[in-house]
């Protein structure tokens, strides 16, 4: 007889997210999902607004990664206006997004995964959360919040607020930067940089515990997607967008962002309200990639800064080339950590960085524009058309999240043949299907785990919907 | 003083984009203090530890759009001695009440192929809406520093400081020039509640109105003057308004009396 457990609430954005699990009769597991069940409509509510009001409108998606959605937002108005932006904006735009990336990579690894990776899977859960974390490892739960610190601070530096800054405009930025806040930040880089080092040395004194879990959370061949910069260096702001197979090779790389619809397709599965992208090219869903940290590094050949290149080095020899597992999207967020921190510090140096020249001005020149950036969950894609009068006519937004879906669900999949037993639910093992989750960062979790807790209830029930077992937290 | 001698202060969420909550979690330097104030009872991003009802103070962030959360703002009440709704989705229903003006199915069917599985009500609302809330608090997102007034206030027993004048007196006190007289830019600051520290003329841009309206504003005088002198039609006064707070009376009438003007 077939029966289902579902893990629910996964919460997050408007709503839910659950996991369902189907066992087969020996009581393993057959098959997983992982849905996304509501939506707010974006899409459509912005249809008939000026393109100037896409930014600030955009930001509100997420008050978690709202710099994200500006950047993506802006670029696309960029093309549409098809201006040029002052060297000096994108640089800002640059620096605000890095420091994005430094907050949010230290919120998902200090205070989402850090109670799994340091307490333990299977640690009591009244324990593996932020407290139990800041009991037993104070050093780092402190690391965690001055790293976040950091980059929060920076943005609101930048931006005037953490929670959607309404300093990023179409061509360029609405205020150059302020000398005081440049020292401000300047002052940070020391503590900063120490932190981010020291983070990935410890992380690599403990990967190798988790050979099990590595083994089986997403480990699976896929290609991967992302910006990547001239001579094949890091990028998360703009260069071109590659993908690229799972033995490392360059597939197909967009000559410009307009593109993408040559290889993005977009599949709605009846279960789940998170549209699930795939490469074109190859059907759906044999056309699984990956996007985020994890993508980033396996499509880069370097950082360009010296500590993160060293520590690229070593990450290759021992997580691959292109690295599988997902398990190793946790590794290559403190290397883009470490690489956000260092290149801070340059674009501050830079001579020109007070300049006061920081936007274009235009007029709407082409009806339709598509802006991509990384967020520090994955490739974030705004197309826009509009009206001869600059007005919204169409919208379409493929989150980092999105692209990540058919991996998720395949990972969960994984994960629960591995570990779940459905004749007797033990919350370890649930976890781990938990744990495979973070280690995409979704969006749709990021603020539920804020502090590492989520509620959950799990119901192993018959095909009837008769209740077998329920386990709760 | 023992734990269970403190105030107890509980934080919820619906349909929203957290940006609210994160702002109480960003106070950073305060939030120990404020720890050591109050037994945080229930506040399922910070911690696991829930303590059963009721409780003193119950922070709701997010607008009501389903039916389940129909249901909870109802429990949410009963279990809480003074509610606080924060934020443009508690207050106003937020960026997705502009689904309200709309049919539902029109959006289902725009974002995605197969909309029968979606469960949510024709309408996104405020807590107010569904229940009597004791204090409103404005902002998208809330200022961090407001709700820590508010919430202090609360504990001593006197009335909170939360400014009810418009966005145009924090220019003034700045010094801030105005981006209506000196750029021509159509500006909410006139109509729009203060709380942002004027955030967006600070940087030459117009307001577009993120805390809601201020306490009995004069729309149509605003809109008169936008109308003739900057050249705004019905069809812009009625988009500025409705933005974040645009379900929110008095903006939601005014926009519908735009709305008519258009044809």
């Known amino acids: 007889m077939a029966q289902q457990i579902k893990i ?166 609405n205020k150059a930067l302020d000398p005081a806040a440049r020292e401000e930040i300047l002052a940070g880089i020391p503590q900063a940089l120490d932190i981010a080092r020291r983070t990935v040395e410890f992380f690599k004194t403990i990967v190798d515990q988790f050979h099990h879990e590595i083994d089986c959370f997403g480990n699976f061949p896929t290609m991967f997607a992302g910006l990547v910069a001239p001579h094949d260096l890091w990028e998360h702001y703009d260069g071109t967008f590659r993908f690229i197979d799972s033995d490392g090779i360059d597939v197909v790389e967009l000559n410009e962002p307009r593109e993408y619809q040559r290889y993005i397709g977009e599949a709605v599965e009846e279960f789940s309200y998170l549209k699930s992208p795939y490469y074109k090219p190859m059907g759906y869903p044999d056309g699984i990639y990956r996007v985020g940290p ?56 830079a001579p020109d960085i007070l300049d006061k020249q920081v936007r274009a001005r235009a007029r709407p020149n082409r009806l339709e524009g598509v802006g991509i950036s990384e967020a520090p969950r994955g490739s974030l894609i705004h197309h826009y058309k509009i009206d001869e009068d600059g007005r919204m006519v169409w919208a379409n937004l493929i989150i980092a999240t999105g692209h990540n879906n058919l991996s998720i669900n395949r990972g969960v999949l994984q994960v629960a043949k591995e570990y779940v037993d459905g004749t007797k639910l033990k919350e370890g093992m649930l976890n781990r299907v938990e744990a495979v989750v973070r280690t995409y960062d979704p969006c749709l979790s990021c603020s539920t785990h804020a502090l590492g807790q989520m509620a959950m209830k799990i119901e192993l029930t018959d095909r009837e919907g008769q209740v077998l077992d329920v386990l709760k937290r | 003083m023992t734990d269970t001698a403190k105030p107890k202060l509980a934080v919820y969420k619906f349909s929203s984009c957290d940006g609210c909550q994160l702002s109480l979690l960003n106070l950073e330097d305060e939030l120990l203090d404020l720890v050591g104030a109050v037994e945080i009872a229930y506040f399922l991003e910070a911690r696991r530890k829930t303590l059963p009802p009721p409780y003193d103070i119950g922070l709701v962030e997010g607008s009501i759009s389903t039916p389940e959360e129909e ?66 608090l404005r902002g998208c997102p809330v200022n961090a520093q407001q709700l820590l007034e508010l919430i202090c206030a609360k504990l001593i027993g006197r009335k909170p400081n939360i400014a009810t004048h418009s966005v145009c007196i924090e220019c003034k006190r700045l010094g801030y020039p105005c981006v209506m007289v000196s750029a021509s830019k159509p500006c909410l600051g006139p109509i729009t509640n203060a709380g942002c520290g004027a955030l967006c003329p600070s940087c030459g841009r117009a307001c577009y109105g993120c805390f809601g309206p201020m306490e009995q504003p004069n729309i149509a005088s605003l809109g008169d003057h936008l109308m003739q002198d900057q050249h705004v039609d019905a069809r812009g006064m009625k988009r500025m308004l409705r933005s974040f707070n645009g379900y929110l009376e008095p903006f939601k009438q005014a926009s519908d009396h735009y709305e008519r003007l258009e044809s």
Not at chain 1, 316 to 342: C, D, K, M, Y
Not at chain 2, 111 to 136: M, N, R, S, W
């Open chain 1, 294 to 349: 994890l993508a980033r590094v396996n499509i880069c050949k370097g950082f360009g800064t010296p500590l993160a290149d060293e520590e690229l080095a070593e990450f290759r020899q021992r997580a691959g080339n292109p690295a599988l597992s997902s398990f190793h999207f946790h590794w290559a967020r403190l290397l883009e950590t470490l690489h956000a921190v260092e290149q801070i510090q340059r674009i501050l140096e």
């Open chain 1, 8 to 173: 629910e609430p996964v919460t997050r954005i408007e709503g839910h997210a659950k996991i369902t699990l189907t066992l087969g009769d020996d009581g393993k597991v057959n098959d997983a999902m992982f849905h996304v069940t509501q939506f707010r409509g974006f899409e459509k509510f912005v249809e008939g607004r000026p393109l100037t009001e896409m930014p600030s409108i955009t930001a509100r998606i997420c008050g978690i990664c709202p710099v994200s959605h500006l950047m993506a937002s802006a670029k696309a108005c960029d093309d549409l206006l098809s201006v040029e932006i002052p060297p000096t904006a994108v640089k800002l735009r640059r620096l605000m997004n890095l420091a994005q990336f430094t907050q949010s990579h230290a919120l998902s690894f200090f205070h989402l995964s850090s109670p799994d990776l340091l307490l333990g899977f299977d640690a009591d859960p009244a324990t593996r959360n932020v407290v139990g974390l800041v009991r037993k490892h104070p050093q780092r739960a402190a690391d965690g919040i001055k790293l976040r610190k950091f980059g929060q601070r920076a943005i609101e530096l930048l931006g005037g607020k953490r929670v959607h800054p309404a300093w990023l405009v179409p061509g360029g930025v």
């Open chain 2, 71 to 136: 249901q909870r703002i109802h429990q949410i009440r009963r279990d809480c001695k003074y509610l606080v709704a924060i934020g443009a989705c508690a207050t106003s229903g937020g960026i997705q009440a502009l689904r309200n003006w709309a049919r539902l199915d029109d959006y289902a069917e725009a974002v995605y192929a197969k909309p029968e599985y979606l469960h949510t009500l024709e309408t996104a609302t405020p807590v107010a809406a569904h229940v009597f809330v004791d204090f409103e």
